[in-house]
């Protein structure tokens, strides 16, 4: 039975991210100041995602995708509970006290919201009718909206990222791609009211974040200061001055690859990229050869999210992005995010092994 249960993991899959993990405790020792609490804390979570990887590999993508109605409503429900009784923390209402932890329910949505799509995606036939790609968009819009109103913008826009990704691997044709572009071009306007005095701040900074060196400049400029200064091999494992006298803010969480590169350099960060190219490669390698529509279309869209991921934080990080708060993903200190990428790799194993174990 174990021995059955083991044969629904990818060992590339798994060896790649045993290896991230591993980076995770090593570069979070550095930056919490040898904090032996944080490294406890990280590697009881790394645990708990990799039991959770485990067992959704066990269950068919059959089984998905009939979970997908039910796991998009309950984070619609909770979703709404945040913003009525959610927990109030760093000026955001993000989160639920279930009295031993605290949880995000806006994690959920990055799995729920491309799973809804491709449930209703693949309940009608391609290519997608305007009646399908509206289903889509409110699918992909509610969630999206709810979390904006937090307000928690980065985690809004990988929920968006997310069901737009599974839509765009629908197949929707040229045309459709033009006018959702022209439509957000015009509602850029819009959407840029909506944002907050600081969110506009992050923006405008990042043409010119010396601008405002002490205010909405102060973590990009920090966090260039830090990449640059690791040179080609890096100044060496806790050796690096920004981290070390606490230049960089939250060096543990959004700009831990900051300290990652000052440390170890131009060669360390190519690496740990190289690292997560693989991990998309093998995800869209996957989606590639599933065998049915919404195996095809959720695998891609996980698999692509997570370099959105990566991306994102990377930018940010380097100064190419405005801040917006999106951790590097299974290295940046945390819970809830650690536990849901861990769920979507192995829905991502799910699809690649019961193929295989699929009569032909």
Not at 280 to 290: D, E, K, P, T
Request: aromatic share 10%; proline share 5%.
């Amino acid at each position: 039975m174990l021995r059955n249960a083991i044969s629904h993991l990818d060992p590339p899959l798994v060896l790649s991210l045993i290896v991230l993990s591993g980076l995770s405790l090593v570069v979070l020792y550095s930056s919490g100041g040898e904090n032996m609490d944080l490294i406890y804390k990280q590697g009881i979570r790394i645990l708990i995602g990799f039991i959770i990887l485990f067992l959704v590999a066990q269950l068919s993508p059959q089984t998905l995708q009939r979970w997908a109605p039910y796991i998009f409503s309950i984070g619609l429900i909770l979703l709404s509970m945040v913003l009525l009784v959610g927990i109030v923390g760093k000026g955001a209402q993000r989160w639920l006290d279930l009295g031993l932890f605290r949880f995000q329910p806006a994690e959920i949505m990055k799995l729920g919201v491309p799973m809804m799509v491709a449930w209703v995606l693949t309940r009608h036939p391609l290519p997608l009718r305007v009646r399908e790609l509206a289903i889509a968009a409110l699918i992909v819009c509610g969630p999206t909206v709810l979390v904006i109103l937090q307000p928690d913008l980065g985690t809004a826009i990988l929920i968006a990222a997310a069901g737009v990704l599974a839509i765009f691997l629908a197949g929707i044709g040229w045309r459709w791609l033009l006018a959702f572009t022209v439509a957000l071009g015009a509602a850029g306007p819009l959407m840029w009211t909506m944002l907050h005095d600081y969110q506009r701040s992050r923006i405008l900074t990042l043409f010119d974040p010396w601008s405002d060196p002490l205010g909405a400049g102060y973590h990009t400029i920090q966090s260039i200061i830090a990449v640059g200064s690791g040179g080609a091999n890096g100044k060496g494992w806790m050796n690096g001055s920004q981290s070390q006298l606490e230049f960089i803010p939250e060096r543990s969480t959004d700009f831990i690859f900051a300290v990652y590169s000052e440390e170890f350099g131009f060669i360390g960060a190519v690496l740990m990229i190289c690292l997560y190219f693989f991990v998309v490669a093998r995800g869209m390698y996957i989606a590639f050869n599933a065998q049915d529509t919404f195996s095809r279309l959720i695998g891609g869209a996980l698999s692509l999210t997570f370099f959105f991921y990566v991306f994102v934080n990377i930018g940010m990080v380097s100064g190419l992005l405005p801040v917006v708060g999106v951790p590097l993903p299974l290295v940046s200190y945390g819970g809830t995010s650690m536990v849901t990428l861990m769920a979507g790799l192995g829905m991502l194993m799910s699809i690649h092994t019961h193929r295989k174990l699929m009569p032909q």
